[in-house]
């Protein structure tokens, strides 16, 4: 008799394993063909993403030479201004000198990144593997 009672309570549990298992797979399934169809918009925004850097990138250049090339003319407009300047920089620099000051403990430096992103893989690498790693388990 109590054979019988462990027998079915070990069928019944057998059934909501394979129950659970059948919805987590459509489940799956599901996520797989979103992922599929979300891929082409992962990608185009990847390289957005990376466009924009660039084109921070090119900014800041682009400053850098503006900078260079106009500040020849700046000195020659107002060859005193930047001594007026300098004067007042070493003068800051010499009263903070002077005060003592507690030394403030140095800030953490950040933790490292964590997975491919140490190892120097771009976006795009790290897009492309996800997309390659997803399609592999599913098939």
Known sequence: MISLVIDAVIVALLGAALGYGWIISRR??????????????????????????????????????????IEPRLTAAHPDSDATFATRRRAAAAAAAAAPTPAAPEPAAPAAPVGLMQLGASKADLVRSFFETSRSRAV
Not at 41 to 69: G, I, P, T, Y
């Open 28 to 69: 799956v399934t599901r996520l797989m063909s979103l992922l599929t169809e979300l891929e082409p918009m992962v990608r185009a925004f990847s390289e957005a993403v990376d466009k924009s850097e660039e084109s921070v990138k090119d900014l800041k250049a682009a400053a850098e030479v503006a900078n260079q090339r």
